[in-house]
């Protein structure tokens, strides 16, 4: 992309939108798996239960919320992180990729 602003910008745009994209479909998709499974849901539930020591977060303070949802905790989920890869291979954020060879093999 040496030289070409205006395609390093093109790219640069492509990647934003394509993810916000994949992002809300991954979130529509889960949504709508924790409405059809409500078990899973109830499971989910638990083990942030579990993994924070709360019972309750509708009260939690943003340095709360910081915390509940580290990086080290995130990986705790374990459960949770099988469901949203399920749910990924059910029904994939991108069905086809398709790229642009810009130059001859």
Known sequence: YSGN???????CMTIMFAAS???T???????????KHKEILMKVRKEIETVSSR???????PEEWHELLS???IERFQYMNCFLNE???IKPSV???SGLCLTEP
Not at 55 to 61: A, D, G, H, L
Request: with cysteine; hydrophobic share 40%; proline share 0%.
């Open 21 to 23: 994209q994949t992002t």
């Open 71 to 73: 990086y080290e905790n």
């Open 87 to 89: 749910t990924l291979l």
């Open 95 to 97: 069905d086809i990729s």
């Open 5 to 11: 602003d205006k395609l390093l910008m093109d790219e």
């Open 55 to 61: 019972t309750s977060f509708t009260s939690m303070k």
């Open 25 to 35: 479909l991954c979130l529509a998709n889960t949504l709508y798996n924790f409405i």
